[in-house]
Structure formats: C-alpha cells, structure tokens
C-alpha cells in the first residue's frame, strides 16, 4: 500500500507538469517592443510599440504601434538592399522589477515585401511565465521594390502559445491491478502462468552445457583409442615384410 501512495504522488506530480497549458491563474503581461534598422554591432534599438496581453488563458491583446516615418523606411529600404536584417527586442518585466529580453530577427527584405506585415509568437511555461519572444514573416525576398506610403505601419499579429499537453499516466487503472495482486496473493490465489521453459532456464541451462561438454570429452577419447590401434597394425605388417626379405 505504501508502494501504491508513492506511485499515485509521483504520476500526480508528472501529471501537473505535463498540463503545460491549463495554467492555474490568468494573468496580464506587458511587452515593450524595440528594433534596429542598421548594419551595426552591436545594433542600436529606439521604440517600436508595446503589446498588452490581457489574459494569458485566452491570448486576447492589445497592440499600440505608431506610424512609420519616412526616414525609417529609408533605413530599412537600405538594410532590404544590403541584404540585412531586421532586428526586434522585446522586453518584459517581472512582478519583481527585472527585466527579461528577447531578440529576434527576420530578412529585412521580407518584412519590407509583406508590407510590414508580421507574426510575433509569445511562449509561456507550464506556470505562464514567457520563456520566448519569436517573430516571423509570411513572404520571402523576391526583390520586389514597395514604395512608400504616409500611411504604412507595422500589421502585427500577437499568438500565445502555451505548452503541449505532456503525457499522463493512467494511474486509476495500475492502482487497480496492484490492490487485485495484492489481494490475491493475500489469499494464495496467485498463479504463475509462465512457461515451463520461462520459469526452470535457469536449472535447464546448466545441465544442457554440462551434457555437451561431456559428450566432446567422450569424443576426444575415442578418437584416441582408434589411433592406437592403428598403429598396431601398421606394426605387424612391417614385421610381415621383414620376414618375407628373408626368404
């Protein structure tokens, strides 16, 4: 019974972390966005936007990016034409004060192609603490040249993702078998069903090796004995011969 406790603990504590994404509070976090429009290491990084994520149960969020001016799309045309790219920090601060950072980067000239267009990933932990920040473009570099327009601005996309579902031991049915062995070996009714091979290897094994080891020495002593008398023979034909030289 003591056994079976242990077991029901262990599963239960496997099973809480395998519910990666059935967290047990919902909660609100900020993120302040930041990117680097140059070729320069390391990058400089000014204000981009912020994400407001009202429930980490849901992924609802807000989403406040301004306009793109002129002069940063000029930047980021330049980095699209080196082949560049295009570099994002996402701060994040904890209940305590710190601040945990992400970065993450795509092809300049894809983002430029998708007309801004972007897919920013927020991983949570099984306790709904961000683990990573990740962003991603729908389109690949073409070479596509896209004019600028007074009214461009980042279209952003936020998805919360929380961790898969892990695998949970179906402890009922094993706690189930282990009282029914227990009981039956409490009332003698236990029967061991294996083979007569399975349950005397261990016995039959021994005496197979011995029965062929006996059977090569009994080989190797008969195939002395004829050499003897071969020898034998061969003896008594020569003194034959011997006795015919000296007719």
């Known amino acids: 019974m003591l056994f079976v406790k242990f077991f029901l603990l262990g599963a239960g504590l496997l099973g809480c972390y395998g519910l990666g994404s059935d967290l047990e509070y919902d909660g609100k976090v900020n993120i302040q966005l930041e990117h680097s429009l140059d070729n320069f290491e390391p990058p400089s990084y000014f204000h981009r936007g912020d994400i407001l994520i009202k429930s980490l149960h849901s992924g609802a969020y807000s989403i406040d990016e301004g306009s793109v001016n002129h002069e940063n799309y000029v930047k980021l045309k330049n980095l699209a034409r080196d082949n560049g790219n ?14 945990n950072y992400f970065n993450t ?10 007309h801004l267009t972007n897919v920013i ?4 932990d099984d306790s709904g603490n961000v683990i990573a920040v990740t ?12 004019e600028y327009n007074s009214n461009i601005k980042f279209n952003t996309t936020v998805e919360v993702k ?7 031991p ?5 706690i189930q078998k282990l009282e029914r062995d227990r009981e039956a070996k409490e009332r003698g009714e236990v029967k061991d069903n294996r083979s007569f091979l399975a349950k005397y290897w261990m016995y039959i094994v021994p005496v197979v090796i011995f029965m062929l080891l006996q059977s090569a ?4 002593s008969g195939g002395g004995s ?22």
């Open 170 to 174: 179906d402890t009922a049915i094993y």
């Open 86 to 99: 295009y570099k994002m920090k996402a701060t994040i601060k904890t209940s305590d004060g710190k601040a």
């Open 105 to 114: 980067f795509v092809k300049a000239c894809s983002l430029l192609e998708s």
């Open 135 to 146: 962003m991603a473009v729908p389109k690949i570099c073409t070479g596509t040249d896209v």
């Open 226 to 247: 004829g050499g003897g008398g071969g020898g034998s023979g061969g003896g008594n034909g020569g003194g034959g011969g011997g006795a015919v030289s000296q007719r």
């Open 121 to 124: 990933s927020v991983n949570l």
């Open 217 to 220: 020495t009994n080989l190797e």
């Open 162 to 168: 929380h961790m898969e579902l892990g695998p949970v």
